[in-house]
């Protein structure tokens, strides 16, 4: 899965300012950096502004940031390229307004720069064993036949799967959800 991230967007959001100083946008990239070795996904950044007037893409494993350069702004450079890419999996990370909706225009569903954010800062989840099945004997009276079924019984007790979502998400479950829902929810339990 592609994960396109309205870069600005969202450093503005975590750190509740205007103006993004280069020590803010490294740890940003490296907490990606350590997001992208748990996950399988790419994830492109896409930034305003750069050192030239076109667009200068910088690569470093599955990261790739892009500063789009002089006249030109990041939402048109995301809106171009979820148009050439739509047909590959993809989520889009802004909580601009405008970007969503044409992001949903082509079937491309979005999240909250401060979801995302807080699902990338979540630590790994490590795998839990299921609890260990005890049967309990609670007659005095041996029955072989008893004894076999109910250890059958335990063994066939499945157990649920923990929700890695945060608490935030949850509402994505409570309703009956519509088309573009059903595919952010299924691209949210990937990450």
């Given amino acids: 899965m592609i994960i396109l991230i309205d870069a600005y967007n969202i450093l503005k959001r975590i750190h509740a300012c205007i103006h993004i100083s280069d020590a803010q946008r490294r740890q940003f990239v490296k907490k990606l950096q350590r997001y992208t070795s748990v996950k399988p996904h790419d994830i492109v950044l896409i930034f305003d502004g750069g050192n030239a007037s076109w667009p200068m893409k910088e690569k470093v494993g599955r990261i790739t940031e892009v500063y789009v350069g002089h006249g030109r702004t990041a939402d048109d ?96 479950d409570s309703h009956t959800p519509r088309k573009s829902e059903k595919k952010l929810r299924n691209l949210l339990h990937k990450l």
């Fill in 77 to 172: 450079y995301i809106k171009e390229y979820m148009h050439h890419e739509r047909s590959r999996e993809m989520l889009l990370v802004s909580s601009d307004r405008e970007l969503c909706l044409n992001a949903d225009q082509l079937g491309i569903p979005s999240i909250d720069s401060s979801m995302f954010y807080q699902i990338v800062s979540k630590e790994p989840a490590r795998k839990k064993e299921p609890p260990r099945s005890q049967v309990i004997k609670t007659a005095e009276e041996t029955t072989q036949e008893i004894d076999s079924l109910m250890r059958q019984a335990a063994e066939g007790i499945s157990y649920a799967k923990d929700d890695a979502l945060p608490d935030s998400l949850q509402a994505f």
